[in-house]
């Protein structure tokens, strides 16, 4: 009987289904996947965009990660720097891992309260980055939108606590994060922003920025960040108020 019950067992375990890490994918349904990321080339051309390292249209990575911070899509406009590809999936996945139904908080939101004797002081140790992320790479199987690398059922981890982040929200749950990089953290910030504004996911429960959102919190120039504020970059960089009102 008990050679029975192990064989048995054996041949269920044969036969049983692939584990869901080697089977899983992104959990954001791949049409919205492809209109988050549609709007990178119409928010880094638009007319009143400043604050840019650059004097031409930012040339960046987007990355999306969904609720698990699994990999979803990262892609890139123009020659965008290699190194901003793992810190813009770093950023999706830090709004991601700290954002819920109650607070939405952007990778801007987190500068302040990171820095030496802040609340959160360490927190950018607390995930780390997976370094298999670094090799670009794609599915190739013509049914995704962007390059995921080879890991797409394992999290990329990585904390990042500067402008470029948001979380991706729809019907008031989080359903992602939104990370981009390629420029200033605060031209970086606004792009994300207007990104997912754009796309439709941006309407957040509550903030910690004046307007109750998870917008960008300037410290005066001269002074250092407090509370959930993150330094200007530039005296040209766009205010609060400016990213949230994108041009027609």
Not at 224 to 236: L, M, R, S, W, Y
Request: some cysteine; aromatic content about 8%.
């Amino acid at each position: 009987m008990k050679k029975y019950f192990l064989a048995a067992f054996a041949l269920s375990l044969l036969s049983a289904p692939v584990l869901a890490e080697e089977t899983a994918k992104c959990g954001i349904p791949d049409n919205i996947v492809e209109k988050i990321q549609s709007k990178l080339a119409i928010v880094v051309n638009l007319s009143d965009f400043d604050g840019s390292l650059f004097n031409a249209a930012p040339q960046m990575w987007s990355a999306i990660v969904d609720r698990k911070g699994q990999i979803c899509s990262v892609i890139s406009n123009g020659d965008a720097w290699p190194g901003s590809r793992a810190i813009a999936i770093a950023k999706a996945g830090t709004a991601n891992d700290f954002s819920d139904a109650r607070l939405a908080l952007s990778t801007a939101n987190l500068y302040a309260p990171t820095q030496p004797g802040g609340s959160l002081y360490g927190l950018n140790n607390s995930n780390p980055f997976n370094p298999a992320y670094l090799p670009q790479g794609s599915l190739n199987d013509g049914n995704h939108f962007g390059d995921w690398g080879d890991h797409v059922a394992k999290v990329p981890g990585g904390i990042i606590t500067f402008g470029g982040g948001v979380a991706l929200y729809k019907d008031g749950q989080v359903i992602g994060g939104l990370g981009v990089s390629g420029d200033s953290s605060c031209a970086d910030h606004a792009i994300a922003y207007r990104i997912r504004k754009l796309a439709g996911f941006g309407k957040v429960p509550g903030g910690v920025a004046p307007d109750g959102t998870d917008n960008i919190i300037y410290a005066d120039a001269g002074t250092v960040p407090t509370g959930f504020q993150q330094p200007h970059c530039f005296p040209t960089d766009l205010t609060p108020a400016q990213v949230e009102a994108i041009p027609k």
